[in-house]
């Protein structure tokens, strides 16, 4: 399993947002998400991120000027991009998450401003990950 694993890019840790859709080779995607927190006390909020795609790792910026990401990861093990109906509210109304194929890994919670953005986030994470499990 690790000479596979070394094929998927590691994000880089400091670049920033504007430097990183300027990269050669591009951006898959970019754009405004609301991100779920990821610590305990962060897990009811959901803030406005930067998000940008880039060769199959996912950063996330405070905005599009901000010098380095809040964080990124490797869309590495990552399967599944799916709905998630079960994260729904009025403030939060087209979440959908991207699901590790560990039950060890974290599962990434987003929410797009509208169906159409949803859809659009959902079929470009599937188009990444599957790119790459088709090269094997």
Do not use: D
């Not at 991207?98 to 079929?123: D, L, N, P, Q």
């Amino acid at each position: 399993m690790a000479a596979e694993e070394m094929h998927w890019p590691v994000p880089m840790k400091a670049i920033g947002a504007q430097n990183l859709l300027t990269m050669p080779g591009g951006v898959a995607k970019a754009g405004y998400l609301h991100k779920k927190g990821g610590t305990q006390l962060q897990l009811l909020k959901w803030p406005l991120r930067f998000v940008i795609i880039h060769k199959r790792c996912v950063y996330y910026f405070k905005s599009s000027t901000s010098a380095s990401p809040q964080g990124a990861f490797s869309l590495s093990g990552y399967n599944r991009v799916m709905r998630a109906a079960e994260e729904t509210t009025s403030n939060n109304v087209f979440p959908f998450k991207i699901i590790h194929i560990s039950k060890k890994h974290r599962t990434w919670f987003f929410s797009a401003s509208s169906e159409e953005e949803r859809k659009s986030w959902m079929a470009l994470l599937r188009r990444e990950i599957g790119h790459f499990h088709e090269k094997k």
